[in-house]
């Protein structure tokens, strides 16, 4: 899906067919056909739109699947979404 994706960048969305996926995150210098570090299945639900970040310390990384709420806020308030990764 983005192979390319590095520490800190942030992908546009990507539309998937509903249903049940694998994400994985190699290390940078890490020859593909390589165990990845990190790996996780996420079930893709139509109608949702969902973050994937990886999350917590160097020595212990993880993913996190996330629930985004993209629905505009009501008027004279505001949605702010705050990610350390």
């Known amino acids: ?14 539309k998937l067919d509903p249903g049940t996926y694998v994400v994985s995150i190699w290390d940078a210098t890490a020859p593909a056909d390589t165990t990845p570090t990190l790996s996780r299945s996420f079930t893709a639900t139509s109608g949702k739109a969902q973050t994937i970040a990886v999350i917590g310390t160097a020595s212990a990384p993880r993913l996190a699947i996330l629930t985004d709420d993209l629905p505009p806020p009501a008027a004279g308030s505001a949605r702010v979404r705050v990610l350390s990764a």
Do not use: F, K, R
């Open 1 to 14: 899906m983005s192979p390319n994706a590095g520490y800190g960048d942030v992908t546009s969305y990507q």
